[in-house]
Nanobody, 123 residues
């Protein structure tokens, strides 16, 4: 079964950048669309970005369009989320998720999740 591990979170000043990684193991990674979600404690999980199996189709939440870039390297079994021009509203725990059977922004359709990585944007 595919397992996911996020990394790259941290504390950054407003306007700064971070690159998150989602490393996969234990499965055929190139068969899986992968999405990033984020969640602030006490609020619902929010879709951020989605990439299909070969990287040819990508979707973003309106709130991150033009600032975040999702990409994948199937040879390295990794999906990336490059985040630029960060603001305090981007602070959250970021999760990657995978589902072999569907390409979707709906979190409840994902069965495989990482443990999350904290992103804090603060001066």
């Amino acid at each position: 079964q595919l397992q996911l591990v996020e990394s790259g979170g941290g504390l950054v000043h407003p306007g700064g950048s971070l690159r998150l990684s989602c490393a996969a193991s234990g499965g055929t990674f190139e068969n899986y669309p992968v999405a990033w979600f984020r969640q602030v404690p006490g609020t619902e999980r929010e879709f951020v970005a989605l990439i299909n199996k070969d990287g040819g189709s990508i979707r973003y939440a309106e709130s991150v369009k033009g600032r975040f870039t999702i990409s994948r390297d199937n040879g390295q079994n990794t999906v990336y989320l490059q985040m630029t021009n960060l603001n305090p509203e981007d602070s959250a725990v970021y999760y990657c998720a995978a589902n072999e059977k569907t390409y979707t922004t709906l979190d409840y359709l994902y069965s495989l999740w990482g443990q999350g990585t904290q992103v804090t944007v603060s001066s």
